[in-house]
């Protein structure tokens, strides 16, 4: 007859527990600090780096005082019972955080590395600090590159969103011969590998005399994103119900009318999530703009940031990173804030 | 008589007139969408047919139609052998040390944290996937960057691991692609596993640990059977588009050192567009048309067909 030791059982389990929630932090904590690095890496070589070389220091310090905050504010998070609470603590360590970095790394920092904004021929000045005064290319306005960038993206997505809104809705609400086979085409170009018609693409938007010109990228990126735009549009019109309309056509609306006016509002999520997608497709593209846009008027924000990379001026690494910094800010704030909608989406899209 | 003559006359009028109707709302409706879908994939498809009897180059004069191109591809092309060898090696090895591997390890660890942590984790490898891709690479050119100042070789020389630094693009330039697109795969994986192990029911695992299993035989005998399908899902589709991509290795690479990293994908458009050859770039495309399709074909198993197919319940137009 041995009595049971239930205080020593209990305080192994917890040992135990908490030796298992550390290892799996430790793992995690293992295989992210591989991927935060390189962009704190960029961030601060963007905001400190001076002369042609890369100022490591810099980056050690900050990187010194930026994993203690970030693991400080995720603890005062975990620890924290009510939301004020989770708040106050991580805004109190991103205070203290903040404070020691200005001290510390704050004399190192400086904005002349994005003397591309507002320099137009910034390309001779960096050469020149680099000690190349030639470079074999001609480099546009950054602005002009951003507007391309907003106009290709921009137009794309409203293409995109009205063309899908409307197929999406005839397929989902209509019945007609051939509509099980279209679907059934649908769901196969909505997986089929558009990279593979690059060279067919080259030689008709040559052809057609559309090629070096944006138009043609749109319309290329516009086609190649339709299949998948088009299958998420049916799915929320799917999930709205019938009865709406049926009473809107009671009510005396045309089909017309009742999508315009009753169904449309009830996709808006819909609407949203699918622009979002194209629209951060087209800010991204890179073969398309790379191989089918040769003159550095039509140059869109990912030539430009390949061609600082490419350039003598490439050496300078504090210009390319603020140059990455301007690229990638819009595309995760864009991300930041389409989160909600975007994760409403069925995810089939195909990349990487 | 004269009244029920004009009866099937008004009745006749009407039925024109929901007929015109009816096409006119498919045109109206679907017509846009057909067109683009016609240019942009069946029209360059013929197109790419076409041009692959053809030697067209970069004069883009056709001078001779011969079936020349498909047969340099079955015997006359000894690099294809080394092409098409490296191209299963990055898919498969991408494939099941990240996009599933990586995926699934990700999925399974922040499963059971709290929201708060297992976001904070997971945002952070979704990282990759939101930048852009010009930029991704540049991040990963200056972590290998062969020059003691590179990242890598920094911490490395710091640590004291190695004495010199190292220029992994030139030594290791194939385990270089694939950590590279793994970092990006690993995401869609991670998202796709997290939302299936979610949906399944928390009582079977309160029942698990009541009947005495550990966390091993957990994932064991109710994670892993609850992912098959999930599983299948993100193998087909990523090999799919690990098979056609090339962006990021013709960024990061250029396909070599000289061809060691031109995976098939890329091979085509080297050709094509490096060598000027767009006929034999053409003929080398239509093999990977054709698995797309059969890939993509593959891909209908895991679609509710009897839900996407549900007929509509108006029939006014």
């Known amino acids: 007859m041995t009595a049971v030791d239930w205080d020593a059982l209990a305080r192994r389990a917890r040992v135990r527990n908490r030796a298992r929630t550390t290892t799996l932090y430790a793992f995690l904590i293992a295989v992210s600090v591989p991927i935060i690095l390189p962009y704190i890496w960029l961030v601060t070589i963007a905001f400190s780096a001076r002369t042609g070389v890369a100022e490591t220091h810099v980056l050690w310090r900050s990187v010194l005082i930026l994993v203690p905050t970030v693991i400080g504010c995720w603890v005062a998070a975990v620890v924290a019972v009510t939301r004020r609470q989770m708040w106050i603590g991580i805004l109190g360590v991103a205070a203290i955080g903040i404070a020691v970095f200005a001290i510390v790394v704050g004399p190192d920092l400086h904005l002349r590395n994005f003397i591309f904004l507002v320099e137009p021929d910034f390309a001779s000045v960096v050469r020149s600090r680099v000690g190349e005064v030639s470079g074999a290319v001609q480099f546009p306005n950054v602005w002009k590159a951003f507007l391309n960038s907003l106009l290709l993206a921009g137009s794309q997505t409203v293409i995109v969103v009205t063309v899908a809104s409307l197929a999406g809705y005839y397929l989902s609400r209509f019945q007609f011969p051939g509509r099980a086979g279209m679907l059934r085409a649908l769901l196969v170009l909505h997986a089929f590998p558009v990279l593979t018609l690059i060279v067919p693409l080259f030689l008709m938007l040559y052809y057609i005399g559309l090629l070096d010109t944006l138009l043609g990228v749109i319309l290329v990126l516009v086609g190649f994103e339709l299949p998948f735009a088009v299958f998420i549009m049916k799915g929320f019109f799917d999930a709205v119900p019938w009865d709406i309309e049926m009473s809107a056509l009671t009510d005396g609306a045309s089909r017309r009318q009742a999508f315009v006016q009753v169904v449309l509002p009830q996709v808006t999520n819909g609407i949203i999530a699918v622009s979002v997608f194209s629209f951060i497709r087209g800010w991204e593209e890179y073969i398309f703009v790379f191989t089918f846009l040769i003159s550095n008027a039509n140059w869109t924000m990912s030539l430009y940031m390949f061609f600082v990379r490419d350039d003598v001026m490439g050496v300078d690494y504090g210009v390319v990173s603020a140059v990455g910094v301007f690229y990638l800010v819009p595309s995760l704030l864009l991300y930041a804030a389409a989160q909600r909608y975007l994760m409403q989406m069925p995810i089939s899209g195909v990349k990487g | ?317």
């Open chain 2, 1 to 317: 008589m004269t009244a029920l003559a004009e009866e099937a006359l008004i009745a006749r009028g009407l039925a024109r007139k929901a007929a015109r109707r009816r096409r006119a709302n498919f045109i109206i409706f679907l017509g846009p969408a057909i067109v683009l879908m016609v240019i942009f994939f069946i029209v360059p498809v013929l197109i790419d047919i076409a041009v692959s009897f053809t030697d067209l180059g970069r004069a883009l004069r056709i001078t001779e139609v011969s079936t020349a191109n498909y047969e340099r591809i079955f015997a006359g092309d000894t690099r294809l052998t080394q092409v098409v060898a490296l191209t299963a090696i990055y898919v498969f090895g991408t494939l099941a040390l990240f996009n599933v591997g990586f995926g699934l390890l990700l999925a399974l660890v922040t499963a059971p944290l709290n929201p708060v942590s297992s976001g904070f984790f997971r945002g952070v490898w979704l990282l990759p996937r939101m930048s852009p891709s010009v930029l991704y690479i540049l991040l990963w050119l200056w972590v290998v960057d062969p020059s003691p100042t590179g990242l890598l070789n920094q911490i490395l020389l710091t640590v004291g691991v190695v004495d010199a630094p190292l220029d992994l693009k030139t030594s290791a330039p194939v385990m270089l692609i694939i950590i590279s697109n793994g970092f990006i795969g690993a995401s869609l994986g991670m998202i796709i596993f997290t939302s299936a192990i979610k949906g399944i029911p928390v009582h079977l695992f309160h029942a698990a640990r009541v009947d005495g299993a550990g966390s091993l035989s957990i994932a064991r005998h109710i994670t892993l059977p609850a992912l098959r399908w999930p599983i299948s899902f993100i193998t087909i589709y990523q090999a799919l588009s690990l098979l056609v991509s090339f962006e990021y290795i013709l960024l990061l690479t250029e396909g070599g050192p000289f061809y060691d990293t031109t995976v098939y994908a890329l091979y085509i458009y080297r050709r094509a567009f490096e060598g000027g050859q767009y006929g034999y770039g053409a003929a080398l495309a239509l093999f990977l048309i054709v698995i797309g399709i059969v890939l993509a074909l593959l891909g209908w198993r895991f679609f509710d067909m009897k839900k996407l197919l549900q007929s509509p319940r108006i029939e006014v137009h």
